[in-house]
């Protein structure tokens, strides 16, 4: 069992960057790959980016490419979202999850453990 929790969401300004973080719980984190999804109001979960175990593979959604950065430091169990250029169409929940098979996937479908969420508003 993993327990995954979130932190570093708030509110910021367009333009603006944060800083997300998800701590796992467990002693086989580099075995797992690590997503972030997020969930707007009214809309489904959707993909924002995905991480391989040793971070040497990663994926993002067309939508925050080149604004987002996922990355994992595995002796600390963290997996981390860096957002720059924010824009008031990334508020949303912010959902880390872990998948045991360290498939690196789009497909929120697969992921076996996922944490509370931290929520995001970036204002106009």
């Known amino acids: 069992q993993v327990q995954l929790v979130e932190s570093g969401g708030g509110l910021v300004q367009a333009g603006g960057s944060l800083r997300l973080s998800c701590a796992a719980s467990?002693?086989?984190?580099?075995?797992?790959?690590m997503g972030w999804f997020r969930q707007a109001p009214g809309k489904e979960r959707e993909f924002i980016a995905a991480?391989?175990?040793?971070?040497?593979?990663?994926h993002y959604a067309d939508s925050v490419n080149g604004r987002f950065t996922i990355s994992r430091d595995n002796a600390k169990n963290t997996v981390y979202l860096q957002m720059n250029s924010l824009r008031p169409e990334d508020t949303a929940v912010f959902y880390c999850?872990?998948?045991?098979?360290?498939?690196?996937?789009?497909?929120?479908?697969?992921?076996?453990?996922w944490g509370r969420g931290t929520q995001v508003t970036v204002s106009s």
């Open positions: 999850a872990a998948e045991r098979g360290g498939r690196v996937s789009r497909d929120r479908r697969i992921y076996d453990y």
């Open positions: 467990g002693r086989t984190f580099s075995n797992y790959a």
């Open positions: 991480i391989s175990g040793s971070g040497g593979t990663t």
